[in-house]
């Protein structure tokens, strides 16, 4: 199974981008697989951006992530 997930890029220098996955969770990856602005959403596979998606789903999917790491922690 592979789990891709939303960051919103913060910096881009070349192939590489600064993105923040949620509450400044911030990490370097490689956006030379699709075309991204700063301050769109991507998906991150494995260290790569492999999708620019739409600020909504991406939020609404981090919203869900922090409800499943929640119930985890219980």
Known sequence: MCLAIP????SLQGEKAQVD??????????V???EANIGEYVLVHAGYAIEVIEEKDALETLN?????????GE
Not at 64 to 72: G, M
């Open 32 to 34: 030379s697989l699709v």
């Open 64 to 72: 869900l992530w922090k409800e499943v790491l929640a119930s985890a």
């Open 21 to 30: 996955f949620g509450q400044n969770v911030l990490r370097d990856i490689n």
């Open 7 to 10: 960051a919103k890029i913060i």
